[in-house]
């Protein structure tokens, strides 16, 4: 049962704009999350993280976002870069399961 | 920052044979590592959990018997495909935790291709 879901496999934005990459859970017990970016035949690394207890985390133009009522979390990138076009997994470190993954591509 | 390793990065075999990937936290002590399995255009797929000096703890449809998993230390496991077919062509990434992070490394993958 896929306790971490990502429901848009795919996303193009054009470069400068922003990204919003959306993620949903189901178990409420879930207490820390983690984002992670990832390239064709590489492992992936580790972008962002927020824990339960905040709403909001930001390093520089990553933001991840969690709303607990909603079971959700989204990473925004601003301004988009072409560099950023990637894989991006969400994942609960509680569950250590990833979901389906958005590849996003910025357009110069 | 916290450095994973895997080796070898590419390896080709004939089916029947066994093959190990080594899987090692090059800085830090991983009293946790995990073992996932990435198909084309697909997520990872979770495929164990290991504690240092435990029995692996296998997600539901992956066989414990095929896919053998050793992590006899603090900074390595192994994970063996024993008689590979060509449907274990994947690529296969361990990813490493200490116990007092909520973050995992990860390696850098290993591209199996069977024969």
């Known amino acids: 049962d896929q306790q971490v879901k990502q429901n848009s496999p795919s996303l193009s934005v054009q470069e400068g704009r922003i990204s919003i990459l959306n993620c949903d859970y189901t178990?409420?017990?879930?207490?820390?999350f983690l984002w992670y970016k990832k390239y064709p035949a590489e492992g992936p690394t580790f972008l962002i993280s927020?824990?339960?207890?905040?709403d909001k985390n930001e390093d520089g133009r990553f933001t991840v976002f969690l709303n607990k009522s909603a079971k959700h979390l989204s990473l925004h990138i601003v301004p988009s870069q072409p560099g950023d076009s990637a894989v991006y997994f969400c994942?609960?470190?509680?569950?250590?399961?990833f979901g389906a993954g958005t590849r996003l591509t910025v357009k110069p | 920052g916290a450095v994973v390793s895997q080796h070898p990065s590419r390896v080709i075999c004939k089916s029947g044979t066994s093959v190990k990937i080594e899987c090692r936290s090059l800085?830090?002590?991983?009293?946790?590592m995990f073992w996932y399995r990435q198909f084309p255009k697909q997520s990872l797929m979770l495929m164990a959990t290991?504690?240092?000096?435990?029995?692996?703890?296998?997600e539901q449809g992956v066989e414990k018997d095929k896919f053998l998993i050793n992590h006899a230390s603090l900074t390595l496991s192994t994970l063996t495909v024993t008689s590979a077919h060509p449907e274990d062509s994947s690529f296969y990434i361990c990813?490493?935790?200490?116990?007092?992070?909520?973050?995992?490394?990860f390696g850098p993958g290993t591209r199996l291709t069977v024969t």
């Open positions: 927020i824990s339960s207890i905040k």
């Open positions: 290991s504690n240092e000096g435990s029995k692996a703890t296998y």
């Open positions: 994942a609960a470190s509680d569950d250590m399961r």
């Open positions: 800085d830090f002590q991983a009293t946790t």
């Open positions: 178990n409420s017990m879930f207490d820390y």
């Open positions: 990813s490493a935790r200490s116990g007092v992070s909520y973050e995992q490394y």
